[in-house]
T-cell receptor
Framework: EAGVTQFPSHSVIEKGQTVTLRCDPI?????LYWYRRVMGKEIKFLLHFVKESKQDESGMPNNRFLAERTGGTYSTLKVQPAELEDSGVYFC???????????FGPGTRLTVL | DQQVKQNSPSLSVQEGRISILNCDYT??????FLWYKKYPAEGPTFLISISSIKDKNEDGRFTVFLNKSAKHLSLHIVPSQPGDSAVYFCAASDSGTYKYIFGTGTRLKVLA
């Protein structure tokens, strides 16, 4: 069974540019989560999808971040325009049910210069 | 305001000895706790969990202890092996939200 995959693994962009991160959850997992880790700090929750619906987006930093999950399969996280403080590792996770543990992808390391 | 705290950023242990990683939390609504292990350039991998109705859960060399009155949990690894060297994250959630609140991690180094 394939795990959670994320693309790209690394992205280096300049301040003001746009970046789109993609996450493919484990097949059959309705629950999809985005998290972010900034410079060795804690891994922080961003948002949670159940199928294509946003259940909880309380962790989204501001309206420069837009997450979508069309069709309830893969998800994208767009940052537009990117700021320096957006640098960090963005993790995606998925779970089969709400009470099952979350499986994490390898992350996308975003560097904003 | 961190709700989950791992106050030891790093820990070194000799191979074969016990590793004890600690975690404190502040939110009394948390009812589910997990430990994840992370190797460099990889995502966190689930290790072990415990529900608030228990005070201990064991899986092979890994045991998690929960002290609800102290709002403290710990992960014991016995015996420690060099392959256990990684960053360990403590996480907590409450059944109302299902999102995980993570600590900052503890880097464990097991010396051969």
């Amino acid at each position: 069974e394939a795990g959670v995959t994320q693309f790209p693994s690394h992205s280096v962009i300049e301040k003001g540019q746009t970046v789109t991160l993609r996450c493919d959850p484990i097949s059959g997992h309705d629950n999809l989560y985005w998290y972010r880790r900034v410079m060795g700090k804690e891994i922080k929750f961003l948002l949670h999808f159940v199928k294509e619906s946003k259940q909880d987006e309380s962790g989204m930093p501001n309206n420069r971040f837009l997450a979508e999950r069309t069709g309830g399969t893969y998800s994208t996280l767009k940052v537009q325009p990117a700021e320096l403080e957006d640098s960090g590792v963005y993790f995606c996770a998925s779970s089969q049910g709400l009470y099952n543990e979350q499986f994490f992808g390898p992350g996308t390391r975003l560097t904003v210069l | 305001d961190q709700q989950v705290k791992q106050n030891s950023p790093s820990l070194s242990v000799q191979e074969g000895r016990i590793s004890i990683l600690n975690c404190d939390y502040t939110n009394s609504m948390f009812d589910y706790f997990l430990w994840y292990k992370k190797y460099p350039a990889e995502g966190p991998t689930f290790l072990i969990s415990i529900s608030s109705i228990k005070d201990k859960n064991e899986d092979g060399r890994f045991t998690v202890f929960l002290n609800k009155s102290a709002k403290h949990l710990s992960l014991h690894i016995v015996p420690s092996q060099p392959g256990d060297s990684a960053v360990y994250f403590c996480a907590a959630s409450d059944s109302g939200t299902y999102k995980y609140i993570f600590g900052t991690g503890t880097r464990l180094k097991v010396l051969a």
